[in-house]
Each structure stands twice: as C-alpha cells, then as structure tokens.
C-alpha cells in the first residue's frame, strides 16, 4: 500500500472545519449500516466538520426538505446493533434522470454539502460517480435558472465522494467482503445448523436456497461452513452431467452411515447453458433419482435481519473513519473511491474501476467464459472456491469404499493431527479440513488425542474421512486438547513417532501450540524423530500468537462479548443512567477487550498494553458523568482480564460506584469460559477450513522435499513453521524466526496491529486522542489488488 510521504501526519491537520459531509444508505439494506452512518457522523463532527443525514438514499436527497437533516453526535447513539438502515433506503428513478440530479444538486447546494458518504451497491456508487461528473454542469443550470447566485455555486464547485459497499451477496470487486455479508452468514449457518438436526432425525435431505442473484458467496462459504454435499452457484455452474454426479454423491455418502445431506443453492444458480437451476428442480432431481425424502428451504430476507455480527460492525466502523478521513484529502484531480478491504487492511481504490471489474463479472458469465468471472470476483472468493473443490472429493467419490474399507490410495506417508492449549471454536473445523485433504493429497491421517499429553501416552489413532463428518459446526475441541509441553517428554513423544512413524505434524492451537513446535524444533538434534515437517496453526480465542494477526476461535468470542454486551445495554434501557462493567478473557493480550469494545461501542477499555493509572481511571469517570449530561443514559466499560495487576475489576466497579454517585450506578459482568464455547461462527469455521487446507498442502510439498532413501528427513528451518495471516496474506515463518516478535513472560507478540484500532474507539467515544493515518489508504489502482493464482 501507498505510504504518504509524511508519516507522522496526524488527522488534525486534516481539518474538516467549514466543511459539510452528507451521508446515505441507498439500494438494499444490509446489517452495519448503521454502524457506517454511526462512524461518518462522529468522525466527521470530531473533526470540525457538519454532518447531514439524507435520510431514504437518493430519494430523499431529490426530495430534499425534512429529508436532509443535520446529525448531532447524540442521534448515531444506540445505532451501532441495529439491523438495517436507521436513515432508511429507497430505490429512486428520479434520480436516474437529468432533472432528477438536478434537484438533488440544489438540495445539496442550500446546505453547502459538497462531500457525500454513500453507503449502498455498484448501482448506487455508479449513481455518486455520475452526480460527480456533472456537478459543475448542474450548478451551471441552477445558476441560470436563477436557483441559486454565482457566489453559492463558487464556494460549491467540487462535490467529492466516496463510497462503502453495503451488500449482503459480497459482489462487488476490490474488497475481500462487502459491509452486512458476514451478519448474513450468520443468518443462513443459524438457520443450517438448526435444519441439520431435523434432518438428522428423520433421515432427510435439505435443499436451501440463499440470496446471491449474481454471485454465489453466500451459498459457497455457507457450504464450506457447514459442510455442505453440494453447491451451485452462478460463477461455476456444473459440468454437464452434473445431475448423476451430484446424486452419485448423495448416495455415497448415506452408504457410508450419513443420516441427512444439505445442498446449497444460489437463487441465481445456473447450468453450462444459461438455464436456471432452481430449488426445486433439484429437489425433484433427488426425490426422483434417489428416494429421498426432501425438503425446500428458502431462506428469503431472513438473510438480511438481525443484528449485525461483530466483524461487521468493526468492518463498518473501519471503513466509516476512512471515508471521512479519505473526504477531507480529497482535491479536484482525485477521482472518486472506495473503502474496501484487503486481507486484513482497509484500503482505497478508484470506485470506476472497481465498478467496471464488477460489471466485466457479468460479462464473462454471459460469455460463458466462467474461470475469467471467478477470477474477476476476487482473491477471497477464487480461495474459497478451491478450497470447496479440495473438500468436495467429486472426483474421488465413485471410487469411496464403506467406512470399513481401506480407502484406494498407496499412502506414502502418516501425517498427524493435534490440538494443543485451550479449546477454541473453529478447531474441529480446521481439523476436518486438515483429515480431509490430507486424504486427498494421499496421506495417511492420525489423529492425537488432548494434546502434547496424549502424544506421549500414545492416544493416537488413524481417522478418516467419515469420521470427521459433521464437525465443522461443533465447538470446542472433538480430539480434546490440553496445555501440556512437549518438553518434559521428549523420550516418550520421539518413540509414539517411531511407533506409529508419524512424517508429519499439524499442530492447531494457541500460545502452548506454539511453544511446543519450538520445543520439538529444538529438539532436532537430539532426535532425529522430530526432523520431519511440523506446522503449527494458530487457534485461541486471546488472539496472542505472533506471526498472525488472527486466531482460529477469536471471530467467535468477540461475537460472544457483542452480543452480551447488546443484552447488558438494553437491560438498561429502562433503567436511568447505569454504567457496565465487563471483564473479558485473553490473559495479558487485550485483544478481545479492544475490538469488542469498538464492535459493542465502549466508552472505554482498560488493557495490559495500554497502561494507564488513577488519573486515567477518574478521567473516564468524568467523561461518563458528562455524557450522563447529554440524554445518553448508560456507560460500557471493559476490562481485559490481566490488565492491571492492582486496578481489578472489583476496583474499578468500586471507584465507578463511589465517583459516580449522585450520576449514575454501576454493576459489573466476568464473561469467563462462555467467551470459548458455544458453535463456531461462519468466519471461524471457513477460517479454519481453509488455513488447515493449506496448512497440509504445505506438509505435502515439505515431504516430498524431504524425502530421499526411503525416509522424510527435515531439519532446516523452514520445515518447523507458523502458517498466519499477516496483513494481505497467508504466509509460512519459521518459528525459529518468530522468537524476537515475542514477549514470552507475557504470551504476546511485541507488535500487535489491532492496536492501532484503539483511537478508533476513543474517537467514536468522544474521547480527544489523535489517529495516526499513516496505515491508512492512499488511493490505489485496483490491478495491484487483482487475484493471482494461489498455489
């Protein structure tokens, strides 16, 4: 990404003093919006600059009147986990017309709105984009129709815009997910898991039909999260024949013991002709071929309720705070853009460009030419695509014997699978995963049961393929994990090596995982049983592992907190002026506490990190106090559990209560152990499924490197490695390397990135502090962001 070429550049010097910024959700409403809005207007009023709502899109923006209204720091409060668009959304053909934007551009003009936020799809950005291009030419005409005088129509000669993509079906190129797709996962796996135990019961076959009338994220990621049996989706439509195919499967999978099967379909499904696939098409597919006894679901607007979930209230926060920033850099020669996210960066890119990749999907369906439209959607979505046809097992499946049966392969090598430290959702997905295109790559799979102890005690096992069946949704750890260390038994972990001779190891875990592969790296020269390939993937709820900057099991637990924190507020909303307390689990990382209280809206968060003492403590009672002042009535306070060893939970509550007396009450909430449990959220389970995926793609090409005379032989570094996100990647380090990343008397990494989120709710709080935009987004051409083949 671009760097600015002062660094140290802080946003005051980006004034947004004099300025108006018009804020508005068009198309159709997607969860964190509101979140959107909430981030714009605060931003915005931080900076010194007005904030108007345009309340029904564009609409209202024609419309004009009460319709355009100017928003206080106080009207975005309680937004934050409401669903939909609080401003509302209307579709508007009388803004497609000249006369239409004509009347928009006068509206905008008597308010002095020369900067506009649009939240909404391409059709909505393209829209921006064209009232941008003929803004000179519409204040002309207005001038002359004796609208409004020279002097107006001078001091409002630039309209600038950027825009945030609102859209539950993730289609619109440039960003890895689109603001209200993860909450709509969210709807469709609540609603998959429930129909999965209905199914179960009575042996049946469940066919869902999900949004997505031009692309299939929905319907691809909610199969790779519930381990769906097939799926269609408009990029990729079947191969000819594909009716066979898919039946041939569902009946494999019920000879091998399976009591129910799900099918996923996009409502825009397609076949290699163009001709739609519907629900119920495959439904008297199924019944007719096979018997079975099947049911239709349609999952409908279901899918754009509810609560948005965690990531896509940060997701909006982010984006919100960007847009501002990216408003008040803008100039004449800058051309209109997007926030979008890559990897785990918000970035900016040209909005056309982004527009025209979009439209070019289209295109290259219509032209049949569907390779070009997968790669046209994305890096993310081409990931997840190949991961789905790693699991499939399509090719494979006529050939798939009874569960009994060895299955047809000259397996070279043994790989073993383990979990280590505390459980965390998401484990027995990356598990599954790991069995299953282990399988497929040839291996032979292991699995290690509770950890580093088991090893040594021999608790291993082979598993195969239908033993790992249905475990994508479960929580917890199905192989059982401990904390236990390798190092005390080295001996005894070398000779279950030798026994059952292990060539590979997957370890998936948290901090004790991560040790452990140190440890048994270390121990190479000592043992020739450990020089073989080892890779650890990293899976804990405290987020703590350096070399990642995210966890298996983290999305989870912060949408634990979320939606606790939502039930603690609204037990208030009857109650005068209360103030909540929470602690959150993590040990000495705050990454919980930090991002959930951006995520819930926390007007502070106490960390290990961040050090602060009495004076800060009794600053944020004050800035409670004075908020009490202005209407809002509650206050949420989190505190990461190792945050100050002095400053507990029961002192901060009891200093709260005494400071707070007269203003407001206190009560106090330890979250504990329910931050670990609980179903895996669609984030986790597609995270685990597809890091795990690539994690034994890794041990494959390491074994075949390694292996001469007859024996796997590896003892360099870089066959002991973290597999972790790192900003835009998934990237293999040695563990070796990763030890001057660490702080080892405190589990955590010595940079940590989410850091830099913390400004982020200080402002949104009100709190006065300074946003260092050097990470933000300079405005990038979306080529550089274009997918390239992953191995």
């Not at 679901?297 to 754009?304: D, K, N, P």
């Not at 499939?392 to 790989?415: G, H, I, T, W």
């Not at 002095?646 to 002192?651: A, G, H, K």
């Not at 690539?694 to 597999?723: H, M, P």
């Amino acid at each position: 990404m671009a760097k600015r070429q002062d660094t140290k550049k802080f946003f005051e010097n980006l004034s947004g003093a004099g300025k108006s910024i018009g804020v508005l959700t068009s198309g159709g409403d997607a969860q964190g919006m509101n979140a959107a809005v909430r981030a714009v207007v605060r931003m915005g009023i931080y900076v010194g600059a007005k904030v108007y709502f345009v309340h029904e899109g564009y609409q209202g923006m024609v419309d004009g009147g009460d319709n355009i209204e100017e928003a206080s720091w106080e009207s975005v409060s309680s937004m934050l986990q409401v669903g939909g668009t609080v401003i509302g959304s209307a579709r508007c053909k009388e803004f497609r017309s000249h006369e239409g934007r004509l009347k928009a551009a006068h509206h905008l003009v008597q308010r002095d709105i020369t900067n506009l936020c649009v939240i909404g799809g391409d059709g909505s950005l393209t829209g921006a984009n064209l009232f941008r291009e003929e803004w000179s030419g519409l204040l002309e005409e207005l001038v002359q129709q004796g609208l409004i005088d020279e002097k107006a129509a001078q001091n409002n000669s630039e309209l600038h815009i950027v825009g945030m993509v609102g859209s539950i079906d993730n289609d619109f190129c440039g960003t890895d997910m689109t603001i209200g797709t993860d909450s709509a996962l969210h709807r469709i796996i609540e609603v998959v898991d429930a129909i999965m135990t209905t199914a179960q019961s009575h042996q049946r076959t469940f066919v869902l039909e999900v949004m997505g009338r031009h692309c299939g994220y929905l319907a691809l990621v909610s199969a790779l999260a519930c381990g769906a049996d097939w799926v269609l989706i408009p990029e990729m439509p079947p191969e000819d024949g594909w009716e066979e195919q898919m039946c041939q499967k569902l009946s494999e999978s019920r000879s091998r013991g399976s009591r129910l099967n799900i099918i996923i379909v996009a409502e825009g499904a397609i076949d290699r002709q163009g001709k739609a696939i519907t629900v119920n098409n495959v439904k008297d597919l199924v019944v007719s071929c096979l018997g079975f006894d099947t049911r239709v679901t349609i999952l409908g607007h279901v899918q754009r309720g509810g609560t948005p979930s965690a990531f896509d209230r940060i997701l909006a926060s982010r984006m919100g705070v960007e847009a501002v920033l990216a408003l008040l850099e803008a100039s004449a020669s800058t051309p209109a853009c997007v926030v979008s996210l890559c990897g785990n960066q918000a970035v900016r890119l040209p909005l056309m460009e982004c527009v025209q990749m979009t439209q070019d999907v289209q295109k290259a369906m219509d032209e049949k030419n569907f390779e070009e439209a997968v790669r046209l959607r994305g890096r993310s979505f081409e990931n997840n695509l190949n991961t789905y046809k790693l699991l499939s097992y399509r090719k494979a499946d006529s050939e798939l014997p009874n569960e009994e049966d060895e299955l047809p392969y000259n397996s070279s090598f043994n790989v073993a699978v383990l979990n280590v430290g505390a459980p965390a959702a998401g484990m027995n997905a990356a598990v599954r995963s790991a069995v299953r295109v282990g399988i497929t790559e040839g291996h032979k799979m292991f699995a290690v049961n509770d950890g580093f102890e088991g090893f040594y005690k021999g608790q291993i096992k082979e598993i195969k393929w239908g033993d790992v069946g249905g475990w994508t949704g479960q929580g917890g750890s199905i192989l059982g994990t401990k904390r236990t260390l390798p190092a005390k038994h080295l001996d005894k972990i070398a000779e279950q090596i030798r026994i059952h001779n292990i060539n590979a190891l997957l370890v998936i875990g948290g901090f004790e995982a991560f040790l452990g592969v140190m440890e048994l790296s270390a121990a190479r020269e000592k043992y020739n049983e450990f020089c073989v390939p080892m890779v650890m993937v990293p899976a804990t709820v405290s987020n703590n592992i350096p070399g990642s900057d995210l966890s298996i099991g983290a999305d989870t637990a912060l949408n634990a907190i979320t939606d606790t924190c939502d039930r603690i507020k609204q037990s208030a909303s009857g109650t005068k002026r209360r103030v909540f307390i929470i602690e959150t689990m993590g040990g000495y990382c705050g990454y919980l506490a930090s991002v959930g209280g951006l995520a819930a809206g926390a007007d502070a968060v106490y960390i290990y990190e961040e050090p602060f003492d009495i004076r800060d403590l009794q600053s944020n009672v004050e800035h409670l106090t004075e908020k009490m002042k202005t209407g809002i009535q509650r206050g949420l306070v989190l505190r990461n559990e190792n945050s100050n060893e002095n400053f507990t939970t029961d002192f901060i509550y009891q200093l709260y209560s005494e400071e707070g007396k007269g203003v407001f009450d206190c009560r106090k909430n330890v979250l504990g152990h329910m931050q670990q449990g609980g179903a895996p959220s669609p984030f986790d389970r597609n995270f685990g499924t597809k890091i795990a995926a690539k994690a034994i793609q890794w041990i494959s090409r390491k074994l075949k490197e390694s292996y001469k005379e007859g024996k796997v032989f590896a003892n360099t570094e870089d066959t002991a490695c973290l597999l972790g996100m790192r900003r835009r990647a998934m990237v293999f380090q040695p563990v070796v390397q990763l030890k001057d990343q660490t702080d080892f008397v405190h589990r955590i990494p010595k940079e940590q990135w989410w850091l830099k989120l913390r400004p982020l709710m200080k402002i949104l709080a009100k709190y006065k502090t300074s946003y260092d935009v050097s990470d933000s987004g300079q405005l990038e051409h979306v080529t550089r962001v274009r997918p390239k083949k992953v191995d």
